[in-house]
């Protein structure tokens, strides 16, 4: 329990960091209402609290908080209300509130319900997807707004970098992701610095996890395995690891962290979804590089995975198709396949036969009239069996989306 003066001292200490660093405008609209909990969720390190800082740098006071500062280490439920009396002395009354990495302290909701009952403006981060959708469910469910913010895109990388839209420029990102802290010095410290947060604090100590080397096996093989299909059983014999429930608990940690995405097969049937073979993505692609067991990178998974990243940006409903052949992605939208995408780094006449009758297969089966084909620098329109395949570089695409 900390003490009045304590937290009178945390308080002016976080208020001089709130203007600092504002670094970048993001692509994100974000608003807040009165009645609702704003939430901005994220992995580690992708610009939560500039974002937030950014829009609230208009407004004053703010009552913000940073949950991570060890200072706060033995901050209680039952502190916030001397906290909440601390910000009105200190900063004056009808203030925003804004607390940051707010899931560190157990029991959070409470207090933010019952801020929000009294017409409050509040805005949260977190960097964990489960506990923050827990909580939200128990004591927040219908009161509040959700946003999810992911690494630096394409557009964000230009401007950051002060480059223009180019193949050469996208291949550079294709390389070195999105991280703004990262980008900024490219140093490789900085970026296995970033990953060993997230793997102990975000994934182990937070699941009490006790396998340590089992969840780095794992780790290495989903990020040499980008956009392959995957069984929790293969991989449990794969990698030896002792039961199917430890790889789920383990993904599943990884999944609530940010650090990896699923998919799954599309099927009428939701029960034969539910035991299809997944594939898995990144949140970027940097951290692919780090933890493959490849020394080289893969263009081709790398590609993949900056399209699956742009689709779940958008929030789109995505799966893949796998019939005798396959697709990358199919788009769902209310009850209906509605786009086919599939990626591809260089068409070739090895591959283009089995590329092109895969998405006409997926156009087929939902009856689409035209198919995405993304690759590095090729672009055309291709007409086959009355059907309309549109070839374009994924750096183009993600200029135009």
Not at 175 to 191: Q, S, W
Not at 229 to 240: A, C, I, P, Q, V
Not at 361 to 384: F, P, R, S, W
């Amino acid at each position: 329990m900390l003490t009045r003066d304590e937290l009178k001292n945390i308080v002016l200490k976080n208020q001089a960091e709130l203007g600092k660093n504002l670094g970048l405008d993001r692509d994100y609209s974000i608003k807040m209402l009165k009645n609702f909990a704003t939430i901005i969720s994220g992995i580690r390190r992708c610009g939560k609290s500039t974002l937030a800082k950014q829009f609230l740098k208009s407004r004053k006071p703010v009552y913000y908080l940073y949950f991570e500062d060890v200072a706060l280490a033995e901050f209680k439920t039952k502190d916030f209300v001397k906290l909440d009396e601390v910000f009105h002395e200190v900063l004056g009354d009808n203030g925003i509130y804004f607390f940051d990495e707010i899931q560190n302290v157990k029991g959070w909701e409470i207090f933010v319900r019952r801020l929000v009952d009294k017409n409050k403006e509040v805005l949260i981060t977190g960097s964990n997807a489960s506990m923050l959708s827990r909580e939200l469910g128990t004591r927040l469910t219908g009161r509040h707004i959700s946003y999810e913010l992911f690494p630096f895109s394409f557009n964000e990388f230009l401007r950051f970098k002060n480059k223009e839209a180019n193949v050469k420029n996208f291949e550079e990102y294709l390389e070195l992701g999105g991280f703004p802290e990262y980008l900024k010095t490219n140093d490789k410290v900085i970026l296995r610095n970033l990953f060993q947060d997230i793997f102990y604090r975000d994934i182990l100590v937070r699941n009490n996890i006790r396998n340590e080397a089992d969840l780095k096996s794992l780790l290495a093989y989903l990020s040499s395995n980008i956009g392959k299909k995957f069984s929790y059983t293969k991989l449990r014999d794969s990698l030896g690891i002792k039961s199917v429930h430890t790889i789920k608990q383990f993904i599943s940690a990884c999944e609530n962290a940010y650090l990896f995405f699923t998919i799954t097969k599309y099927d009428y049937s939701v029960k034969k979804q539910l035991i299809n073979p997944k594939k898995i993505y990144c949140i970027d692609n940097a951290l692919i590089k780090l933890n493959s067991f490849s020394v080289s990178s893969n263009s081709g998974q790398l590609l993949e995975n900056l399209v699956f990243l742009e689709l779940r940006k958008k929030q789109k409903e995505i799966y893949y198709h796998s019939e005798k052949k396959e697709c990358d992605f199919v788009i769902k939208e209310g009850n209906r396949i509605t786009q086919a995408i599939q990626v591809c780094y260089l068409l070739n006449d090895e591959n283009k036969q089995r590329e092109i009758n895969g998405l006409l297969e997926a156009m087929d089966a939902y009856k689409l009239k035209e198919g995405l084909l993304l690759t590095n620098n090729q672009e055309d329109v291709l007409e086959l069996n009355n059907k309309k395949i549109i070839l374009k570089p994924v750096w183009k695409w993600l200029t135009n989306n």
